[in-house]
């Protein structure tokens, strides 16, 4: 029942901007966390960055700086703003949100394409 559903990707040039949303539904009263996992052709997933109900970020060293993490919690929304974005930024962005139960839940992602 619980479901995430991204948007916001798409094609964008290097040095140029994106923002991904991430709404929640059907979602556990108690959320630990909701964030971001990218994953690059050939890679494994990989944090992007993440944001407790307190509001307490981590981002990823490549992305520190670039990139902007915030939430609503009361809409169980949460989005990432990309900046200054490079190609090696190009990957299947995907959404996930940690229940206070250990439980993970995952989107179906959303492509995000940084090329001239």
């Known amino acids: 029942q619980v479901q995430l559903v991204e948007s916001g990707g798409g094609l964008v040039q290097p040095g140029g901007s994106l923002r991904l949303s991430c709404a929640a539904s059907?979602?556990?009263?108690?959320?630990?966390?909701m964030g971001w996992y990218r994953q690059a052709p050939g890679k494994q997933r990989e944090l992007v960055a993440t944001?407790?109900?307190?509001?307490?970020?981590v981002y990823a060293e490549d992305v520190k700086g670039r990139f902007t993490i915030s939430r609503d919690n009361a809409k169980n929304t949460v989005y990432l703003q990309m900046k200054s974005l490079k190609p090696e930024d190009t990957a299947v962005y995907y959404c996930n949100l940690a229940s206070h139960i250990l439980a993970q839940y995952w989107g179906q992602g959303t492509q995000v394409t940084v090329s001239s």
């Open positions: 059907g979602t556990p009263k108690s959320i630990y966390a």
């Open positions: 944001i407790t109900a307190g509001g307490i970020t």
